[in-house]
């Protein structure tokens, strides 16, 4: 009876850790990477503490010069001045909120609608022109908002309807804004369509769907995650929009939210109200936070997928 055979034992080797199911990394590379990822939001996070202890400071019209998370004589004083009255012009803080979020919504939704449309037929129709159409698109979506300023500025004013001006509104910003915006959302959701397989337009068409029928109850519901994408980016276009604001606009009831912040910057460091200016960004950038949050699954799988063809 012979003996039986028995296995190499293999000796012990350092614990490995398994990334994507394609790379192993030691545990010291593991530690190595986590305190670079600690860094990183140390990096990012510092000036969000500031701003926040900045906001808590009582003294408001010294100049920052430390960072102390939570200062002395800590109070939320500086967001209720501001809430009272951010600016000497004789407007309410929810009136320039009213401002921004309508310019916000008129540019999200514009931007959407037109968006899709012309995504969808530039990724499924073929017509003439089709790709010089999509060269312009592109080149001015290269052209920063700057540039577009003063014609922009030449052909609003021009549109008068007996004392209402067109240039001088709230609906004109917004126009304008969507102008720059537009050729960004044709671009995301066309790379966003072109994913979308045609076999299941093809079986819609064969159960009697016509053209319209399928992109309504095929493409769109498929298209959710760049709608969402879009839909942000327009948004934050919008409610943070100071350039054509400060250009257009004269009538302080018009004003924005980034005009009041603006506002309260002086001549000099030292003669702006630090802690009222913390706090009104604060209040202005929370909004905007909270629809990135609610939109966050959709906004990571809309720019990853979209981002793939174009």
Partial sequence: MTAQTLPRVRP?????????????????QQVVLQLLCLAITATVLFPLAWVVSMALDPRNVSRPTGLDLVPPGATLDAFARVLAKPTLNPVSFWELARNSLEIALIVS??????????????????FTGREVLMLGILAVLMLPAVATIAPLFVSLNKIQIGTFNLRNSIPGVALAVTAGQLPFAIWNMKGYIDT???????????DGASKFQTFLRVILPLSTPVIAVTA??????????FYFSWTFLNQPRDFTLS????????????????SDFAAFAILVALPVSVVYLYLQKYIISGLTVGGVKG
């Fill in 12 to 28: 012990a080797t350092r614990a490995r850790f398994r990334i994507g199911g394609r790379r192993t990394i030691t545990p010291g």
């Fill in 232 to 241: 942000f980016f327009g948004f934050l276009a919008g409610w943070t929009e």
């Fill in 259 to 274: 005009m009041a912040l603006n506002g309260m910057v002086g001549q000099y460091a030292g003669s702006t109200p630090w």
């Fill in 196 to 206: 979308i397989p045609r076999e299941l337009e093809e079986a819609a068409a064969v």
């Fill in 109 to 126: 939704i514009t931007s959407i609608v037109l968006g899709v449309l012309a995504a969808y037929a530039f990724s499924r129709l073929r």
